[in-house]
Structure formats: structure tokens, C-alpha cells
């Protein structure tokens, strides 16, 4: 089973559910798609990583054989591509290395060449596999390097994936094809407006989602009586709790603290089981 | 002459749009005749490259400078390669814009003045800053 753990708002607590809740019930993989915080392997802190580039294929124009014609340049949805006069251009960080360029091209004068964009890294800890990908900073294409993340998904066994914040690409990328979404919002109308918008998300992808309200005891009733309005069950809440902070910014999974945490997330677990029946 | 201007209307009174990519109007001017005719930025609504995209357009309208506020790096490659000479730090008006690069008040630009996505809002390349 999938399950990934999802925020509409970054700084709600998603990685603080999602690592806990893989030590708790003994997750067999753990894959952080948030490729550009990646920040789980603080708190499993991984031992003996292998690292695997993500590559893109890019186009590369030989000039001897460009006539200069811009069938490229005006095909390109993306802008990758810039021909005046007697220049043709490529800019790479632009390209979705969609291929269609050297299809196109009527001489053949384009080729494709790889282009790194981020890494992979495979680790261990606490017997939980520990897979996340790194976006290379200033590059704009998360959703390639989430896919790489996704590729090394076991099929069997629980897998928790831990998603970026948001509604975007990357967060479909990493829902698509999992089997729960636990969407972690705080009880605040900061946190109830990006729970909206998620929750409308991964509903149209078809997944079944529950929430978990964190920071309960702050903010006000309108995270509940969303809701409750639109039939999401509230899985878990975890209480405003200066000692949880702490250990967090610590980098401490709070369960190594906490252990009466540990069947709270095996139930929550249960709970998602049953819903997923 | 033939210049470019980037401009929020279509007419030599509208003002100049400091954003070259991201403008919805190129205003071509030619500064002798100070005739002029207008062309939708068809990469206005482009996710990424608008540069690029209105570099290409300019290009493509035998336009031998552009004026605007500001331009990103890969617009400034861009026209640059193309020949085409950029002035930025327009402000006010075209027409008052075009009787600037006349009198020879305008700066070129030798590099970008802004980073990418300038103009843009909303999340993308560095959220969370
Ligand atoms: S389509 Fe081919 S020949 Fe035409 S401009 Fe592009 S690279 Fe050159
Ligand atoms: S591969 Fe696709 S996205 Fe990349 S430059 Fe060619 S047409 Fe554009």
C-alpha cells in the first residue's frame, strides 16, 4: 500500500506525520518526493546512500547542417529554442525534453545530449528504506526527479511517500497513483484555504484522503467544519506541544521520545486501512 | 530606425511596460517618421521563456533595438545574439520613452538588469524564500 502524506501549506507538520508514522508501524520504504526541501533523511538520517543522477535529454544544433529555417524555434511550446538570422540557440534549463525538435527539424541538424537536473539518493535506517531526490538548485523541473524518486517504489509493502507542499505538478506527481492521501493542515484559516484547494486536487485524482489537524488547540473551528461539511474524516490531531516543536527542530523524530505516540499512528493506520478497503 | 518598445496599450501616449517578456503590447516605431504600429506579445501568457519568445517576435520585426525597463537573462542572450541593442530604464510614456533614446538618455544594457521570472507571480523557481 501507498500512502502519501500531503499539505496544502508548507510548515503544517506533513514530514513530522510522515516520519513518525514510518517508525510507528514499520514502514517498508519511505520515498521524500519534496525534491526541492528534501528534509526526511534529517530525521532517519540514512547510512551507506547510493547516489543515481536524473538526466534529461536536451537538444544540441550542429550548425553545419542548420539551414536556419525556425521550424524548432516555433514548435517548441516551451521557448527552449531561439533562431534569428544566422543564429540558432538552445536554452536548456528551459527545455521539458519533450523530443518534438528533432522530429521536426527537416535537415537533421539536431541531436540530443543528457542534462543532469538533480540526483537520487537510496539509504537505510531503523530497517526503512530511505529513497528522496534533489532538485539542482535554480532548475525548474521538479516533477522529472519525483518521477526518479517514484521509480524506485517497492511494489509491495507499505510505502509512505512524503509530498512537496502545495497544489501544483509536484503534488500530483507524488498523489498519482497511490492508494490514500493524508492531508496535514493546521487549524487556521491560512491552513483551511490551502486545505481547500489541495483537497479539491487529489479528490478529482480520485484518491480517498483523511486529515491530520496539527497544532490542534491554536487557530478556530473553520479546518472542522470544512470537514465535516464535505464528509473528509479527521484521522488524527496532534495538540500544540512546545516539547514536539523542540524535537523537531532537533532533527528527533518525537515518537524516540514519545513511544505513547506509537499506537496513535498505528491506528491511524488501521484507520486508513479500513478506508482503502 | 525601427525600435521596439514594450507598452501596456497600444498608443504612442500609453505607458511603457517595465517588463519585456511579460508587456502585452510591442509598439514599432520607426524614430525618424515617428510612425508607429502595434503587436500583441503573443508570450505573454507562457509559464516559462516569455523572453525568449518576445526576443524571437522582436527579432522577426527587423527591429534593430528595443526599449524597456528591465530585462532577464535569457532575453538579454537572446536579442543580444540577435543583433538587436537593449535600453532599459524606460519609464513615462513611449513617446516620451522614444524622445529619451533620441537624446541619447537611455542606458544600454550590456547584461540583464533582473533575474528570471521577473514580472511573475505566484510560486515557482525559489518558493518558500
Ligand atoms: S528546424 Fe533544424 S534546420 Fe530549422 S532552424 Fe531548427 S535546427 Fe535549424
Ligand atoms: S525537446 Fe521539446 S521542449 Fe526541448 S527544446 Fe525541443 S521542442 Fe522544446
Redesign the pocket.
Known sequence: MKITVASGKGGTGKTLVAVNLALSVEADQVLDCDVEEPNVYIFLQPDKTTVKPVELLV?V???A?????????E?CQFNA?F?VGET?MVFPELCHSCGG?KL???????TEKPRSIGDIYLGEADGIELVYGKLNIGEALAVPVISAVKEEAKDEGLVILDSAPGSACPVVETVKDTDFCLMVTEPTPFGLHDLEIATEVVSQLGIPLGVVVNFAGIGDRGVYEFCSEKSIPILMEIPYNRRIAELYSDGIPFLKEMPEWRSKFQSLLEKIKEMTR | MKIVVSSTGSTMDSAVDPRFGRCPTFLIIDTETMSHEAVSNTSIGSAHGAGIGAAQSVAKLNAKAVITGNVGPNAHMALSSAGIEIYTGASGSVRNAVEMFKNGKLSKAGRATVGGHFGQSGRGRGRRT
Open positions: 537538444p544544433i550542429d550548425e547542417k542548420c539551414t536556419y529555417c525556425r521550424k524548432c524555434a514548435f529554442l533562431v540558432a525538435c521536426i527539424c527537416p535537415v537533421d541538424a539536431i
